[in-house]
C-alpha cells in the first residue's frame, strides 16, 4: 500500500474508533509497518490539518476528533449490503483493502435505522473465501499498475518452473474465480498472463512502463467486461495471449 493511500486508510480507522482511540501498536499490525512509522503518518496527518488527538498512558491511542465525519449518504439496507457482500467476496480483488475501507466509511454515516436494518440483513449474507495471497504482493501489483511502472516478480508456472521477471502491467484481469495480472513481459518481449496467487514476490522499481495499452491484450470475451460497464453486448473474443 502507498504511503498516500495508507495515510488515507490511517484516518478512517481512526474515526471509525471515535473516542475510543486507537493505539499505535494496533496501528501496526493493521497496516503492517513499524510502529515508528505509524507514528510518523500520524504526524504527517496532523501537519496536513488533521484533527488527531493523542492520549498516553495504559488505554490510551490516537483519534480524530469528534465531527471529522462525511456527510450523510443516502443507501437503502439492501444496497449497504450489496456493497459488503461485493467486497467481501472479492478480497483477491485489486484495491480490495481500499474498497473495504470506502465502504465501511458510507456504512459509518448512514442513519441510524438503515444502519440497523443493514446490519440484520447482513448477518443473512455469508461467505466463504479462499485463502488470499500476501498483501505485501497485492500492494506492490496495485502500485505498478496506477502509477505505470515497471513491477519484478517471482512466478512460479503452471508446470512448476520459477523465475523472476520485469512486468509492465497492462491490466488485472478475473478468469474462472482467478485474479491475472496481465503486462508486457520484458524478458519475453511479448503480453503474458500471471496468475497473481502464483507469484512469490514482486516490488515496484524506479522503471516508468514503456506505453503499451490495453487494447494490445484485445478486446475482452462477450461475458466480460471492464469494472466500469454497465452490462450489454460484449465485444469479440480476445486473441490468445500466453501465460507467463
Not at 480524530?64 to 465525519?69: F, Q
Not at 521477471?165 to 491490466?171: H, M, S, Y
Not at 482467478?178 to 498472463?193: E, K, P
Request: with cysteine.
Amino acid at each position: 500500500m502507498k504511503r498516500a493511500e495508507r495515510l488515507h486508510a490511517l484516518s478512517e480507522m481512526l474515526r471509525r474508533h471515535g473516542t475510543r482511540g486507537c493505539s499505535a501498536e494496533r496501528l501496526s499490525r493493521e497496516f503492517g509497518v513499524s510502529v515508528r512509522t505509524v507514528k510518523r503518518d500520524l504526524a504527517a496527518l496532523e501537519s496536513s490539518g488533521a484533527p488527531v488527538w493523542s492520549r498516553p498512558g495504559p488505554g490510551g491511542g490516537y483519534g480524530l476528533a469528534v465531527g471529522a465525519s462525511l456527510p450523510p449518504v443516502t443507501l437503502s439496507a439492501s444496497q449497504a449490503v450489496a456493497l459488503l457482500a461485493a467486497v467481501s467476496a472479492a478480497p483477491e480483488a485489486p484495491y480490495s483493502d481500499l474498497a473495504g475501507a470506502g465502504v465501511q466509511k458510507i456504512l459509518d454515516v448512514l442513519d441510524p435505522r438503515t444502519r440497523v436494518r443493514a446490519e440484520e440483513l447482513a448477518g443473512r449474507v455469508w461467505v466463504n473465501t479462499p485463502p488470499f495471497s500476501s498483501r505485501a504482493i497485492r500492494s506492490a501489483l496495485e502500485e505498478a499498475m496506477s502509477e505505470q511502472r515497471v513491477v519484478r516478480i517471482r512466478y512460479t508456472s503452471r508446470e512448476g518452473a520459477t523465475t523472476t521477471r520485469d512486468v509492465e502491467p497492462v491490466l488485472f484481469a478475473s478468469t474462472n474465480g482467478q485474479w491475472h495480472l496481465v503486462g508486457w513481459c520484458r524478458s519475453r518481449d511479448a503480453m503474458r498472463w500471471f496468475t497473481i496467487s502464483r507469484i512469490q514476490r514482486a516490488s515496484v522499481t524506479k522503471t516508468a512502463c514503456s506505453g503499451h495499452t490495453v487494447d494490445e491484450v484485445g478486446e475482452p470475451p462477450p461475458n466480460a467486461r471492464p469494472v466500469h460497464g454497465a452490462g450489454g453486448p460484449g465485444g469479440d473474443t480476445a486473441p490468445p495471449i500466453r501465460p507467463g
